[in-house]
């Protein structure tokens, strides 16, 4: 998958697309897309990576509380919280 390094504006290959989409991870490995040869693999903080487009990846991809944003905690109710409740 082709990315494109913010901070450089240089292309960078990446093969390795399921570490790409686990926000538990912070860097991918991939390499420069530049001359004639491969360049050696390095590893590039996510959050430094969009699409070629200039798109920011997916939220979901670098973040792991990305679905913690916005939550309201639940209270339980008095009846949810007596002994032997287990929901309606």
Same mark, same amino acid.
């Given at each position: 998958? &082709?990315?494109?390094?913010?901070? #450089?504006?240089?292309?960078i290959e990446?093969?390795?697309?399921t570490t790409?989409?686990?926000?538990?991870?912070?860097?991918?490995?991939? *390499?420069?897309? *530049?001359g004639e040869?491969?360049?050696?693999?390095? /590893?590039?903080?996510? @959050? /430094?990576? /969009?699409? %070629? /487009?200039?798109? @920011? &990846?997916?939220?979901? *991809?670098?973040? !792991?509380?990305?679905?913690?944003?916005? &939550? !309201?905690?639940?209270?339980?109710?008095? !009846?949810?919280? #007596? %002994?032997?409740?287990?929901?309606?």
């Amino acid at each position: 998958m &082709l990315l494109k390094h913010m901070p #450089t504006g240089h292309l960078i290959e990446t093969n390795d697309l399921t570490t790409l989409t686990n926000p538990c991870k912070d860097t991918v490995e991939g *390499w420069f897309l *530049w001359g004639e040869e491969t360049q050696d693999p390095e /590893s590039f903080d996510k @959050q /430094s990576l /969009s699409f %070629p /487009s200039g798109e @920011q &990846l997916p939220h979901c *991809w670098w973040d !792991i509380h990305y679905q913690e944003e916005g &939550l !309201i905690p639940h209270r339980p109710t008095a !009846i949810e919280g #007596t %002994p032997g409740y287990y929901g309606a």
